[in-house]
Nanobody, 123 residues
Framework: VQLQAYGGGSVQAGGSLRLSCAAS????????VGWFRQAPGKEREFVGV????????YYADTAKGRFTISRDNAKNTVYLQMNSLKPEDTAVYYC?????????????????WGQGTLVTVSS
């Protein structure tokens, strides 16, 4: 499966962005999809994950209450809605997918990755 993440940009603190992760090449509804981010000089960090059906999503503490992951399997797309953005949310955001019915928490567990989209939050 090929993934393409898009929707990043520059926003002021307190603003919102919605990232999209579009998939092609396989039946997407069999895949758990995670979002990760990587700030300059830092390791890639887990943001959240949504299971194959979209019924459940799980978030890092830094994302809880502000970010929401959803998916539209008919459109082969997963979304990351980010609200109340903070300067510390500035990073390149990646989506990743793995063919599993559960969830994965670490980058090493994902087989497919999108190219990343940059989110910049200014104070």
């Amino acid at each position: 499966v090929q993934l393409q993440a898009y929707g990043g940009g520059s926003v002021q603190a307190g603003g919102s962005l919605r990232l999209s992760c579009a998939a092609s090449g396989s039946t997407f509804n069999n895949y758990a999809v995670g979002w990760f981010r990587q700030a300059p000089g830092k390791e890639r960090e887990f943001v959240g994950v949504i299971i194959w059906s979209g019924r459940n999503a799980y978030y890092a503490d830094t994302a809880k209450g502000r970010f929401t992951i959803s998916r539209d399997n008919a459109k082969n797309t997963v979304y990351l809605q980010m609200n109340s953005l903070k300067p510390e949310d500035t990073a390149v955001y990646y989506c990743a997918a793995d063919n599993c019915r559960g969830v994965h928490w670490s980058p090493e567990e994902y087989e497919y990755w999108g190219q990343g989209t940059l989110v910049t939050v200014s104070s």
